[in-house]
């Protein structure tokens, strides 16, 4: 089932699907570095998707990654999944900042702005007016968020953070106004032996290495 994006229902494909599957396949080496004690929690500034430990945020991630680019189905929709998604451009921001503050491409020879440029023209149908070699971290934000906006919509999980702890009859006005299903912020990534998660990362890598 294609993601819900801003355009119906569709599956990302060309440059804008390698811009993200990109970022998968480096969120998937953060959490495996973590996973074996060879790096600490990385904080994707997104706490919906932050708050899990590794092997629940690979779950997620996979389940997120087989709707952007496969044919899963994510339904009912969940204020963690929507979550998820949107730290992939949290990602991509912090890709590109990085590549920024390492003056250059660095031993990957890939550069994560020139990538961003491709899907935008790839989204929107016209070149972005930004040069590669630009160092403007507030433009380069403001051009990844665009594509997101295109793909994830409205974050209703962010307007919903409010609704945590709120009357539960304010609450549901709120989910059942947007459509949203009764457990949308109660619904929880399950825990995950190790087994499990090395499934998801190999799923996961099926889709990252196309």
């Known amino acids: 089932m294609p993601w819900p994006t801003t355009a119906g229902l569709r599956n990302l494909t060309g440059a804008e699907a390698d811009l993200v599957r990109g970022a998968i396949g480096m969120m998937v080496d953060a959490h495996v570095a973590q996973l074996r004690g060879e790096a600490p929690q990385h904080e994707y500034g997104v706490d919906w998707f932050d708050q899990w430990d590794a092997g629940q945020r690979l779950w997620l991630i996979e389940r997120v990654t087989a709707a952007l680019l496969g044919d899963e189905t994510i339904a009912p929709s969940a204020a963690m999944f929507d979550a998820t998604a949107d730290a992939i451009f949290y990602e991509i921001i912090d890709l590109v900042q990085m590549e920024i503050n ?109």
Do not use: C, M
């Open 102 to 210: 390492e003056g250059g491409v660095g031993d990957s020879e890939r550069s994560w702005r020139q990538s961003v440029i491709d899907a935008y023209t790839s989204q929107a149908n016209r070149p972005a007016t930004i040069d590669p070699a630009s160092v403007d971290h507030d433009r380069w934000q403001t051009l990844i968020t665009q594509i997101a906006d295109a793909i994830l919509g409205i974050r209703l999980y962010q307007r919903a953070e409010a609704f945590r702890d709120a009357d539960y009859k304010a609450t549901q006005t709120f989910l059942r106004e947007r459509g949203l299903p009764e457990d949308y912020l109660t619904r929880l990534p399950p825990l995950r032996t190790t087994t499990q998660t090395q499934r998801s990362i190999d799923r996961i890598q099926t889709y990252v290495f196309v």
